[in-house]
């Protein structure tokens, strides 16, 4: 089952690659695909994710110009990213198990496009941040409804937990803004964390953060031991809030077992 996922995965890959591009052009994104060089339409056979990147060696068909590995390494990524999913919430034997995988699946395509974009651009598009937002909620909703009958306390409704998460990771990330006069960090952060708390709620956020800032941290010395950047570069911190809040949904248990396991 979870080659199914991951094929899925190449083709919404695919689509975010499209999405990232045109949010940066302000274009629509239901349009044909086209080459960035030459702007020659792409034919359907030229864009069958990995296998088309492969098979034109690396190259546009029309003007030969290099493609950038973005493009393949963004749908390998959500590939394994939707194989992870499907392998943690989906059971064919259970029919709740597919709006549950459903809704994750829109979450983690929603991460890696701020992913990718603030990678790029070092600026988390507000549209996608708004969309996410809506789609968390309306679940966290529906979930809620589903489960009436066995809320016994307030901490459990998924609506109250995500709003409870969101608020305290962004009061966090607003002081080091305003502190800092956006020099630690920038506020298109501060409104990332408000999404990553609706979904992963309270205290997934509290984990999610902490292995944002290390993660974050690990790869900046790594960046100053190799002299690829200095003290005074910036990194966009966008793409390890993703890889930290990835990493929660899809192993929250295992890894606070480890953790407190060493207590």
């Known amino acids: 089952m979870p080659i199914i996922f991951f094929i899925l995965g190449l083709i919404i890959g695919s689509f975010l690659n499209v999405v990232v591009y045109r949010l940066r052009v302000a274009e629509d994104f239901l349009g044909r695909s086209y080459c960035p060089h030459c702007k020659g339409k792409i034919a359907w056979y030229d864009n069958i994710p990995l296998i088309s990147f492969i098979l034109l060696k690396f190259q546009c068909r029309k003007c030969k110009k290099k493609i950038s590995w973005q493009y393949p390494l963004v749908e390998a990524l959500t590939g394994i990213v939707f194989a992870l999913i499907g392998w943690k919430f989906f059971n064919l034997a259970n029919e709740q198990s597919y709006l549950i995988t459903f809704y994750y699946l ?28 809506i789609w968390a909620i309306i679940f966290s909703i529906y979930f809620d409804l589903n489960k009436a009958e066995k809320i016994t306390s307030i901490f ?95 192993f929250y248990g295992i890894i606070t077992e480890w953790y407190f396991g060493l207590y």
């Open 106 to 133: 829109g979450i983690v395509s929603f991460l890696v496009t701020i992913f990718v974009y603030d990678w790029l651009y070092m600026e988390i598009p507000s549209l996608v941040l708004w969309i996410g937002g």
């Open 156 to 250: 459990q409704l998924d609506v109250f937990s995500g709003i409870l998460a969101a608020g305290v990771a962004f009061l966090f990330f607003f002081s080091l803004v305003y502190y800092s006069k956006e020099r630690w960090m920038g506020m298109g952060d501060a409104l990332l964390v408000i999404f990553l708390g609706l979904f992963l709620g309270w205290p997934e956020i509290l984990l999610a953060l902490f292995l944002a800032f290390n993660l974050g941290a690990f790869f900046s010395i790594a960046l100053l031991i190799f002299q690829r950047k200095t003290l005074k570069s910036q990194v966009p911190f966008g793409p390890f809030l993703v890889l930290g809040s990835i990493l929660t949904i899809l």
